[in-house]
């Protein structure tokens, strides 16, 4: 069964600066897919960013950018430019690639973000 | 606009109740999941559904129950077997797809009090 690891359960950063939030994961599989979620103090889950294994290239999405390390099984998340809003949870999550039936994701621990002004 | 429902945000439960928690989509999705969220311990999955009248067992599913009996709804029942119901939960719903999936739409959450 895959695992995902977050070994950070709580990370701070001064408004404006960069943060590294950090996620290992365990699989035997080379199909997969990675995920960070955002979950705010409301606790919605928001899709952050999505890197496919497949590809080299590092996802980006504005400020919020992946390092993917698949040989290391690392996916790290580069927030730049940190913001007040986004003082949250953190979740990395995995999913099998192939398409047999529902695409369960499996979360790590979470990483919860403070931003000091 | 298409989403998730859950109800009620809040629900509080006496010892040896069983207690149902509603999800609904309208978003046309196949596949619906039940989440328990605990401090430290992120996301765990309870059960999923790929499709109506179906559902398997996720990695929690002890003193829980589920039906899905249209594609819109995916209800949750807390037995009263299940022992540590205090918790968050979180129902989500997908569509199928590889290349371009865009993961889970995910409900507002549920907190289970037990008094």
């Known amino acids: 069964a895959q695992t995902v690891t977050q070994s950070q359960p709580e990370m701070s950063v001064q408004e404006a600066e960069t943060v590294t939030l950090s996620c290992t994961y365990d699989t035997s599989e080379s199909d997969y897919y990675l995920f960070w979620y955002k979950q705010p103090p409301s606790r919605q889950m928001i899709l952050v960013i999505r890197q496919e294994a497949y590809k080299q290239q590092n996802a980006t999405e504005n400020r919020f950018s992946v390092n993917f390390q698949k040989a290391a099984k690392s996916f790290s998340l580069k927030i730049s430019d940190s913001q007040l809003g986004d003082a949250a949870m953190y979740f990395c999550?995995?999913?099998?690639?192939?398409?047999?039936?529902?695409?369960?994701?499996?979360f790590g621990q979470g990483t919860r973000l403070t931003i000091n002004p | 606009d298409g989403g998730i429902t859950q109800s009620p945000k809040y629900l509080f439960r006496k010892e040896g109740q069983n207690v149902t928690l509603s999800c609904e989509q309208n978003l046309n999705h196949d596949a619906m999941y039940w989440y328990r969220q605990d401090p430290g311990q992120g996301l765990r999955l309870i059960y999923y559904?790929?499709?109506?009248?179906?559902?398997q067992k996720g990695d929690i599913a002890e003193g829980y129950s589920v039906s899905r009996e249209k594609k819109e709804s995916f209800p949750l029942t807390v037995t009263s077997a299940q022992k540590n119901p205090t918790a968050f939960y979180l129902c989500?719903?997908?569509?199928?797809?590889?290349?371009?999936?865009?993961?889970?739409?995910f409900g507002s959450g549920t907190r289970l009090t037990v008094v």
């Open positions: 559904s790929q499709i109506v009248n179906d559902f």
């Open positions: 999550a995995y999913r099998s690639g192939g398409f047999q039936g529902a695409q369960k994701l499996v």
């Open positions: 989500a719903s997908s569509a199928p797809g590889q290349g371009k999936w865009r993961g889970y739409t």
